[in-house]
């Protein structure tokens, strides 16, 4: 689902407009950006929770040359879905 389908299913849903539901969306993604960026969990109870983890550096290969090319760590976002969104994909 893209964006654009996001906002015209929570618009029709919420009966707002789209240009609301958009600044909605927004608005919540920054929300749980700002959150990730401070090192906090976003738990979503039904939904699942975002979370930030740390990768190591190391090495890695280029796959063209086989070259060794160190990689940098880094945080990378994680997400795991709760118990009631994954009861309602199965």
Do not use: H, Y
């Amino acid at each position: 689902m893209k964006k654009s389908e996001l906002v015209e299913t929570v618009a029709t849903a919420a009966g707002l407009t789209k240009a609301d539901a958009t600044r909605a969306i927004d608005a919540t993604f920054a929300a749980i950006t700002d959150a990730l960026k401070k090192g906090n969990k976003v738990p979503i109870v039904g939904f699942g929770t975002f979370a930030i983890s740390k990768r190591a550096a190391r090495d890695g290969r280029n796959p063209q040359t086989g070259e060794t090319v160190k990689i940098a760590a880094r945080n990378a976002v994680t997400f795991k879905a709760g118990t009631a969104l994954k009861e309602s994909v199965n």
